[in-house]
């Protein structure tokens, strides 16, 4: 592994990196289930933004529409969502919430991972685990109005 140069926006990315390997084989190893990485990462911000359409979905998840209909077939094929017309500002939209099979899942699941990251946050004191997600936010936010996202 090489040291650290400094570079923030480096660290971040390669940090990134690590995280998502780690998420993605952690998922793997401690799943008892027919979902994809990719498709428990969509029921797991379906917990916590309900009745979302996919634009947002996919703004949420900086994925592609396109890509994440295919992941949204899957898992309404599965049972786990349910996708039924809305009205937003007078226009229809398709929203999207989980099923009693796709809260069940989550629950089985979201156990251990919630698990996983209380550990990691007892790395930090809790004044520097909050410092640190607030420059997160701060950062994060100031590159998303600094580039021009469209989610086709």
Do not use: C, P, W
């Amino acid at each position: 592994m090489t040291q650290n140069n400094g570079d923030l926006f480096s660290n971040i990315g390669h940090t990134s990196k690590i995280l998502k390997i780690f998420a993605i084989r952690f998922f793997n190893k401690h799943k008892n289930t027919n979902v994809s990485f990719n498709e428990f990462d969509i029921i797991h911000t379906l917990k916590t933004n309900q009745n979302i359409h996919q634009r947002d979905l996919a703004k949420i998840l900086l994925r592609g529409t396109a890509n994440l209909s295919k992941d949204l077939n899957s898992l309404e094929q599965k049972k786990l969502i349910k996708r039924f017309i809305d009205i937003k500002n007078n226009r229809m939209v398709k929203k999207i919430q989980l099923t009693d099979l796709g809260n069940k899942l989550y629950n089985e699941i979201g156990v251990i991972f919630e698990k996983y990251a209380k550990d990691l946050e007892n790395l930090y004191t809790e004044e520097e685990y909050k410092l640190f997600n607030s420059y997160l936010d701060r950062l994060k936010n100031k590159l998303t109005e600094s580039v021009n996202m469209v989610f086709e």
